[in-house]
């Protein structure tokens, strides 16, 4: 098969505009997509220093009105802080807020050191063991193909 002049400069031509293309369009998914996962990594930050002010604020005002663990065993001490948090208006109603009005941010909950949610938005995480998560401050600086396999 004997290809013309033109019909090669024109398959050359062609071939270079599709890598352009495609080497443009890597870098801008490349961009859109670190930009992204900085922001939700920055929105999760803000929020979980809002959560952890209430949560605070939880135990002071369980202090201040005179409540105490029955003892400062593990088991008292877990029980008086799952108490303050759960009767925590406050709290519940920021936790709720945060799921609601942000698009980035599905879930918020709090765990003890052993990983048992105490306080969540989702409903029937409480008491149970929480999930492994991604560290999105590793994720923003990671490379692009681990955050694209992350994601």
Request: no cysteine.
């Amino acid at each position: 098969m004997h290809l013309r002049l033109k019909t090669k400069i024109t398959l050359i031509m062609a071939f270079l505009v599709l890598a352009v293309v495609g080497v443009n369009s890597t870098l801008y998914v490349a961009t859109l997509t670190r930009q992204v996962i900085r922001q939700a990594n920055e929105r999760a930050q803000l929020v979980s220093r809002h959560v952890f002010f209430q949560a605070q604020n939880a135990l002071s005002e369980s202090a201040k009105a005179g409540e105490t663990p029955a003892s400062s065993e593990p088991e008292d001490l877990r029980a008086y802080v799952q108490k303050s948090l759960d009767e925590s208006v406050a709290l519940t109603s920021s936790i709720d807020a945060e799921v609601g009005y942000s698009s980035v941010i599905y879930e918020v909950s709090i765990t003890d050191v052993d990983g048992t949610v105490l306080v969540s938005s989702d409903a029937s995480l409480p008491g149970k063991q929480s999930q492994a998560r991604t560290n999105l401050a590793q994720l923003v600086s990671s490379s692009f193909v681990s955050q694209l396999r992350r994601l």
